[in-house]
């Protein structure tokens, strides 16, 4: 992921001005890097390293979503809503 793409991410998922460690912020950049490795993954089948740490990726944006989900609904509705992660 180059710098410009994550400073747009940071941009549009940001809760306050100097915010870039937010939940919201995390759960997105990890989003989208899970979009790319998912990509690679579908060329190459037999990486297992990057399968390994997109195995790793999918469970910590689990537990951020998991500890957003109980501490703000509407937040976590609210961002899973813009992702479009779950149906």
């Known amino acids: 992921m180059d710098k410009v793409k994550k400073t747009e991410i940071v941009n549009a998922y940001k809760v306050h001005d100097k915010d870039v460690g ?3 912020v ?14 690679h993954m579908a060329v190459h089948r037999h990486d297992h390293h990057t ?18 989900s109980r501490s703000d609904v509407a937040r976590y509705n609210k961002l899973i809503k813009s992702l479009g992660l779950r149906k």
Do not use: D, F, H
């Open 22 to 24: 937010s939940t919201e």
């Open 26 to 39: 995390q759960v997105a950049i990890m989003t989208s890097r899970i979009a790319e490795l998912t990509g």
């Open 51 to 68: 399968q390994r740490g997109l195995l790793k990726l999918i469970g910590s944006r689990r537990r951020l979503l998991g500890y957003l």
